[in-house]
T-cell receptor, first 116, second 112 residues
Framework: GAVVSQHPSRVICKSGTSVKIECRSLDFQATTMFWYRQFPKQSLMLMATSNEGSKATYEQGVEKDKFLINHASLTLSTLTVTSAHPEDSSFYIC????????????FGSGTRLTVV | DAKTTQPPSMDCAEGRAANLPCNHSTISGNEYVYWYRQIHSQGPQYIIHGLKNNETNEMASLIITEDRKSSTLILPHATLRDTAVYYCIVRVATSGTYKYIFGTGTRLKVLA
């Protein structure tokens, strides 16, 4: 089945620095990927839709200048958390859809970001 | 703007069937219902999806009511490994693609 790889799985960074998270579709091409954020004991919240070769579409309330998304190829989308603060500490998850397969979107294993 | 509602938690005895309900009363005629589960600190895992007919695969069965306003995910013989948060999702069409809006999910605990 389709595999989505996310890297890194865990990252700790200092307040004020930027962190980049990668999301790769390993065995299929994905023109669209999605980025979610999940706080402890809460559900996944959709942050943005990443479109290959064009600008990302952000959900209401998500700061596009803080969460930079780049989808430069059909197999890679990146999320950069800029000027990170402790309140940005969260579990970030990406997903993508294999257009050929008859099942839903495949999710990455997530990235645990801790800002200290 | 979640389009689904689920009970927050359920318990199920190991080996018994787990029946997880979901209400999606505002679902549109061409919107699919998807079920995923999330084991602690992992990404969600696809289980099953359907439009209006009942569906079955190696993991579970999905029963959708005739009016499509609710559905039930059935794990026929729950095991301890099935302990997870189960999400019922209605896929929402947007700008040429579809996105998932997650509800709060049901935390299923399978008891030995």
């Amino acid at each position: 089945g389709a595999v989505v790889s996310q890297h890194p799985s865990r990252v700790i960074c200092k307040s004020g620095t930027s962190v980049k998270i990668e999301c790769r579709s390993l065995d299929f091409q994905a023109t669209t990927m999605f980025w979610y954020r999940q706080f402890p004991k809460q559900s996944l919240m959709l942050m943005a839709t990443s479109n290959e070769g064009s600008k990302a579409t952000y959900e209401q309330g998500v700061e596009k200048d803080k969460f930079l998304i780049n989808h430069a190829s059909l197999t890679l989308s990146t999320l950069t958390v800029t000027s990170a603060h402790p309140e940005d500490s969260s579990f970030y998850i990406c997903s993508a859809r294999d257009g050929v397969a008859n099942y839903g979107y495949t999710f990455g294993s997530g990235t645990r970001l801790t800002v200290v | 703007d979640a389009k689904t509602t689920q009970p927050p938690s359920m318990d199920c005895a190991e080996g018994r069937a787990a029946n997880l309900p979901c209400n999606h009363s505002t679902i549109s005629g061409n919107e699919y219902v998807y079920w995923y589960r999330q084991i602690h600190s992992q990404g969600p895992q696809y289980i099953i999806h359907g439009l209006k007919n009942n569906e079955t695969n190696e993991m579970a069965s999905l029963i959708i009511t005739e009016d499509r306003k609710s559905s039930t995910l059935i794990l026929p013989h729950a095991t301890l490994r099935d302990t997870a948060v189960y999400y019922c999702i209605v896929r929402v069409a947007t700008s040429g693609t579809y996105k998932y809006i997650f509800g709060t999910g049901t935390r299923l605990k399978v008891l030995a």
